[in-house]
């Protein structure tokens, strides 16, 4: 069945990623969708609204830290996909647990699967964005928890693998 061409990106399952940003005094976390570039070295890529306080950060400190959702951030995820970080601050709102980055000023959000710390490489003006080539750093995962996906605008938990 041929769907309308707005709706091609939702074709690709992607992980729903929640992006942390700090400068020491302010911090934001938005929902995001990252794709690795290249594996050796790692390499990702993401986009940011410019019109959010997540883009100012990023600009300013050229990090952020790729939060891989776990399925008990379901909820998370989609509160902040739908909160601006210039109108509240979305930590105490959310009741975001955090804990302190190895090499990166943003923070580490805690219940996470992953978290990979990443420095802007580079960055280019698409429409209203801005996309970002970083390069992952320290990082840490947490097997005991279930990756989050996104798929034709629904969540789900990667469970099973296919042999």
């Excluded at 890529?45 to 952020?64: A, N, W, Y």
């Excluded at 379901?74 to 930590?91: N, P």
């Excluded at 190895?102 to 996309?131: H, Q």
Aim: charged fraction near 20%; include cysteine.
């Amino acid at each position: 069945m041929k769907k309308a061409i707005s709706n091609v990106s939702h074709l690709l399952p992607c992980s729903v990623v929640l992006l942390s940003v700090g400068n020491g005094k302010k911090k934001d976390a938005m929902t995001a969708t990252s794709m690795f570039v290249s594996e050796n070295p790692p390499l990702f890529i993401v986009s940011v609204d410019r019109g959010h306080l997540t883009h100012s950060l990023i600009e300013e400190t050229g990090q952020f830290v790729l939060n891989i959702a776990s399925v008990g951030q379901a909820k998370l995820a989609m509160g902040l996909g739908s909160t601006h970080g210039d109108k509240v601050d979305k930590f105490k709102k959310f009741a975001i647990g955090t804990e302190k980055a190895k090499a990166v000023s943003a923070p580490i959000i805690k219940g996470s699967f992953a978290s990979i710390e990443c420095n802007v490489l580079t960055s280019f003006s698409v429409s209203t964005y801005t996309v970002y080539l970083a390069s992952a750093g320290e990082f840490k995962v947490n097997d005991a928890l279930t990756p989050l996906v996104w798929h034709f605008n629904r969540l789900y938990g990667v469970k099973n693998e296919v042999k």
